[in-house]
């Protein structure tokens, strides 16, 4: 594997599911990303995480629960979701979070129903 | 605080004609810029960068793009369109300094090519 991937590709869940996104990234990167891509709204920032620990926390809602094991993998809990938290979720990796560079994984596309 | 503006969402252009993706910035500090593709059902991949060198940034796939200072502008541009070049379009701003891992990015255009 190379760059940045994501698993799943695709996820459908209910509102009261619980599951998790996974990141992983095979650049050697210190710092990681999630990402919310919604329609006709630009890419907002979620998440950063620099050397496993939590830089950035965008005011995000506690239904995304973002876990960090080490450099290399990033996960995000979903739990008790709204359907409009359907969207692209995409994960980043970047050298260090000094480093404006970062590479895309190609997206988790979340329907909650 | 910083901000991007992407003027179009739509552009449409005919296979081998210029390409030219509008897109204005704000910012308090000297700005870094950024262009973005996305191509369907993928991920964003970076075309190109400005970090203070050369105002004129050469990127892959032959795209650049010009830093102008005095217009706030880092529009970009292609000579000649291709089908394989259809695809959003994402200009980012961050700043030269402090949380400078923070990427701005504006609403996307589509880049529709006909034959």
């Known amino acids: 594997e190379t760059g940045v991937t994501q698993t799943p590709r695709h996820l459908v869940m209910g509102m009261t599911n619980k599951k998790s996104l996974k990141c992983e990234q095979h650049l050697g990167h210190n710092a990681m990303y999630w990402y919310k891509q919604s329609a006709k709204k630009p890419l907002e920032l979620m998440f950063v995480?620099?050397?496993?620990?939590?830089?950035e926390n965008n005011s995000v809602p506690s239904r995304f629960s973002p876990e960090c094991p080490n450099s290399s993998h990033l996960f995000l809990h979903l739990h008790t979701l709204q359907p409009e938290d359907s969207a692209l979720y995409l994960c980043?990796?970047?050298?260090?979070?000094?480093?404006?560079?970062?590479?895309f994984g190609p997206g988790t596309r979340l329907t909650v129903t | 605080a910083q901000s991007v503006t992407q003027l179009g969402s739509h552009v449409s252009v005919s296979e081998g004609a210029l390409v030219l993706l509008r897109c204005n910035y704000s910012s308090s500090v000297p700005p870094y810029l950024f262009w973005y593709v996305q191509y369907p059902n993928q991920g964003l991949q970076l075309l190109l960068k400005y970090t203070s060198a050369a105002t004129l940034v050469k990127g892959i796939n032959g795209f650049e793009a010009e830093f102008k200072k005095s217009e706030t502008s880092f529009h970009l541009t292609k000579p000649s369109a291709h089908m394989s070049d259809a695809a959003e379009y994402f200009c980012?701003?961050?700043?030269?300094?402090?949380?400078?891992?923070?990427?701005?990015f504006g609403k996307g255009t589509l880049l529709t090519v006909n034959p």
């Open positions: 980012a701003v961050s700043e030269s300094g402090g949380s400078n891992y923070k990427l701005t």
């Open positions: 995480y620099s050397l496993e620990e939590r830089v």
């Open positions: 980043a990796s970047s050298q260090t979070t000094g480093i404006h560079e970062q590479y």
